[in-house]
Nanobody
Framework: QVQLVESGGGSVQAGGSLRLSCAASGLTTSDYCMAWFRQTPGKEREGVASSNSDGTMNYADSVKGRFSISRDNVKNTVYLQMNSLKLEDTAMYYC???????????????WGKGTLVTISS
């Protein structure tokens, strides 16, 4: 049974930083595309960052230069380092995994339940 468990969300002031973690079980992250998505009420879920098993990474234009995705395949964990946070980064953040496709527009095989990030002024 595959599980993706996110952690690290919380409330932070604009300009601050957070690091999200996604602990995977039931799959081997080195074999998967791992990605982060986010969603706010009334909006579609959007891809934020993805990391392919070959090392290729993609970022949404809105987070380039501020967010960084990384993975520790020994720990089977993926991270999203978020710096220079803005009010518009407030969202529920979801970890995702796909065995075939990779990118910001994929429909992943597996989803986590999400962790809430709230940015205040």
């Amino acid at each position: 049974q595959v599980q993706l468990v996110e952690s690290g969300g919380g409330s932070v002031q604009a300009g601050g930083s957070l690091r999200l973690s996604c602990a995977a079980s039931g799959l081997t992250t080195s074999d998967y595309c791992m990605a982060w998505f986010r969603q706010t009420p009334g909006k579609e879920r959007e891809g934020v960052a993805s990391s392919n098993s070959d090392g290729t990474m993609n970022y949404a234009d809105s987070v380039k230069g501020r967010f960084s995705i990384s993975r520790d395949n020994v720990k089977n964990t993926v991270y999203l380092q978020m710096n220079s946070l803005k009010l518009e980064d407030t969202a529920m953040y979801y970890c995702a995994a796909d065995s075939v496709f990779c990118g910001l527009r994929i429909k992943p095989d597996y989803w986590g339940k999400g962790t809430l990030v709230t940015i205040s002024s």
